[in-house]
């Protein structure tokens, strides 16, 4: 049974930092394609980042090659997601999600992984 928690989201001013994490269970991360989404109420889930277990390459949304940082701890099973700078239009749910292999540039898709958590608010003020 695979699962993906999610953890590390909150409230937080303008400027301040986050750091969420997704502890998979059931399958193993490093092995796989894992990115973070994120989604406002009404609109469509976006992809945030990506990265790729088996080979280290990671994917950035344009908007956060400068803030964000996506790593991957292979001991504990978990998938972080570093957010510096934090701007009010980050404020979201924010999702993990897991597929098997590696799905290269299209890891923006949602439609690509079949595996999600069930999401860490983030809101900034």
């Known amino acids: 049974h695979v699962q993906l928690v999610e953890s590390g989201g909150g409230s937080v001013q303008a400027g301040g930092s986050l750091r969420l994490s997704c502890q998979g269970s059931?399958?193993?991360?490093?092995?796989?394609?894992i990115a973070w989404f994120r989604q406002v109420p009404g609109d469509e889930r976006e992809g945030v980042a990506g990265?790729?277990?088996?080979?280290?390459?990671?994917y950035y949304a344009d908007f956060a090659k400068a803030r964000f940082t996506i790593s991957i701890d292979k001991v504990e099973n978990t998938v972080f997601l570093e957010m510096n700078n934090l701007k009010p239009e980050d404020t979201a749910m924010y999702y993990c999600?897991?597929?098997?292999?590696?799905?290269?540039?299209?890891?923006?898709?949602?439609?690509?992984?079949?595996?999600w958590g069930q999401g860490t608010q983030v809101t900034v003020s």
């Open positions: 059931g399958f193993t991360l490093a092995a796989n394609h």
């Open positions: 990265i790729y277990g088996g080979g280290g390459e990671t």
């Open positions: 999600a897991a597929e098997r292999g590696d799905i290269g540039s299209r890891w923006s898709y949602s439609v690509q992984y079949a595996y």
